[in-house]
């Protein structure tokens, strides 16, 4: 019998989709599963596309999948939609427009809801990326809706992150958070079709250009494209520019490699640090008769729940006189 | 933070008719009591409906049709999944068929048919009481 781990590197879509599922489920049990198949990760460019919704990402992902198919890459694609804060379910409906490419055995695309967890969809879609770099996967797209702090912090730690924008929505650029704005590297306007594309363009160039020094020390200049993803139109156009700056990472010093790579790694040790450390304390005190307990004083009156939180919390942190 | 699985459902519609009115209102319903819905659109054929089964690892595939292709496309579904290895993917079916169609495809191994004379309540009480996260 294969390992989990043997099977994910060996390609086994089942097992693959099994990991992903119980990654984001938070079993316990992936940790030793993840830990094996580590070492055959960093090999795949990951790339992240978000933007407003509907501003045409899926499709222009399903695009890309056609493009870098073309090239002899095999792809995965992670498409990321919201889940529901009042029933805890999701619609996801991102496949919808990657149809045609079900039936590629080169790609494999995978649906995922942020399920508002803390921190958990960052956790959880960097686990998956590691399951489909370490199947095999040479391009890795990931899909996120640019609104939550979380969505965006997932594609932060892409190798290229992709901001579309739309033209025509007034404030379209300036609604673009600062976060986000520092995270792009290249600005696709997509549905160039519409009017107001070449405002919205020179609005970017604008708060892009702010910062020359950065640039004249030879910082990547984030390029500003146009396309019409649903006509194909200005694709190939963005893939070249994804090469470009994956030219420009890689060709850039060791130091400067090396560097980049320890901030990196240095906060997604944190990340993780940060979330074990709340699950694991967290679970130490509500996991506990005494929490029961005091659920049950609360109910009837005996004590409030101030108290009853300083009461568990304290102690379980070593802070109580 | 560990937590309680999510039930994953695939809502498909193989066929050619050509709108899929239905098959979103299901996914709305399914979404609000809590459940993971991938939807897919229209027009996929069976091979495609499974691949896509499979990549999303979803516990149920909720097939809707209209066009009276049920007859031929859910049963390939079904033996589709049982090639690829992956029958513990339970399959649904909903529209309006005749009688002795609902009894030919619940022999053929689809576990559910739900008729428009079916709730929305009632089809995800069903989904909740058989449908346990793989
Ligand atoms: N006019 C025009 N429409 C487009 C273009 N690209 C995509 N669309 C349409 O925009 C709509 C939304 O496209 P999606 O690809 O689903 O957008 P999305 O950003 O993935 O949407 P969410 O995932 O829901 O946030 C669809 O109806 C597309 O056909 C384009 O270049 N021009
Ligand atoms: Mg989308």
Redesign the pocket.
């Known amino acids: 019998m294969k390992s989990t781990a043997e099977k994910v590197v060996a390609g086994d879509i089942r097992a693959v989709a099994r990991l992903i599922r119980d990654i984001d489920d938070g079993m316990p049990e992936i940790r030793e599963v993840l830990k094996e198949i580590y070492p055959y990760t960093g090999k795949a460019y990951v790339i992240g596309i978000t933007?407003?919704?509907?501003?045409?990402?899926?499709?222009?992902?399903?695009r890309m999948i056609t493009h870098l198919r073309k090239e002899g890459k095999t792809v995965g694609v992670l498409?990321v939609?919201p889940t529901s804060p009042f029933s805890g379910g999701a619609i996801l409906?991102?496949r919808?427009?990657m149809q045609r490419h079900s039936m590629d055995e080169g790609v494999f695309i995978r649906s995922l809801a942020t399920r508002g967890h803390f921190g958990g969809l960052t956790q959880s879609t960097r686990g998956a990326i590691d399951v489909l770099d370490a199947m095999g996967k040479d391009f890795i797209l990931v899909?996120t809706?640019g609104v939550g702090q979380d969505e965006v912090e997932v594609v932060k730690s892409a190798h290229t992150t992709i901001i579309?924008v739309v033209p025509g929505m007034g404030d379209d650029v300036q609604a673009i958070k600062a976060g986000i704005l520092e995270a792009g590297d290249i600005f696709l306007i997509?549905?160039?079709?519409?009017e107001g594309a070449e405002k919205t363009a020179g609005d970017l160039r604008l708060m892009i250009d702010m910062d020359q020094e950065k640039y004249r020390k030879g910082a990547w200049r984030p390029p500003i494209l146009k396309?019409?993803?649903?006509?194909d139109?200005g694709v190939a156009e963005l893939v070249e520019e994804i090469h470009n700056h994956g030219r420009y990472l890689f060709e850039t010093s060791d130091d400067i490699k090396l560097g980049k790579k320890r901030v990196r790694v240095r906060e997604e040790l944190t990340d993780m640090v940060e979330k074990r450390i709340l699950e694991e304390v967290i679970n130490n005190i509500t996991k506990t008769a005494e929490f029961d307990r005091a659920v049950d004083s609360i109910v009837s009156g005996d004590t409030d729940p101030y108290t009853a939180c300083e009461e568990l919390v304290l102690p379980a942190l070593g802070l109580s006189e | 933070m560990a937590q309680k699985r999510k039930v994953r459902i695939m809502v498909a519609k193989p066929g050619l008719d050509g709108h899929d009115r239905g098959a979103r209102i299901i996914a709305r319903a399914y979404r609000d009591a809590g459940f993971e819905v991938i939807y897919t659109g229209l027009h996929q054929t069976p091979e495609e409906i499974v691949e896509a089964a499979i990549q999303e690892d979803v516990d149920m595939i909720g097939l809707s049709s209209l066009a009276g292709a049920h007859k031929y496309l859910f049963p390939r579904v079904l033996e589709i999944l049982r090639e690829k290895g992956a029958e513990d993917i339970v399959v649904c079916g909903g529209g309006i068929f005749p009688e002795e169609d609902i009894a030919a495809l619940k022999k053929a191994g689809i576990k559910e048919i739900f008729t428009p004379g079916s709730s929305l309540d009632e089809i995800v009480k069903w989904v909740e009481d058989n449908i346990k996260p793989r």
Not at chain 1, 51 to 61: D, F, H, N
Not at chain 1, 190 to 194: E, F, H, L, M, V
């Open positions: 933007g407003a919704p509907g501003a045409g990402k899926s499709t222009l992902v399903d498409a939609d409906g991102d919808i427009r899909e809706v579309v997509n549905k160039a079709d519409r396309a019409q993803a649903v006509a139109k």
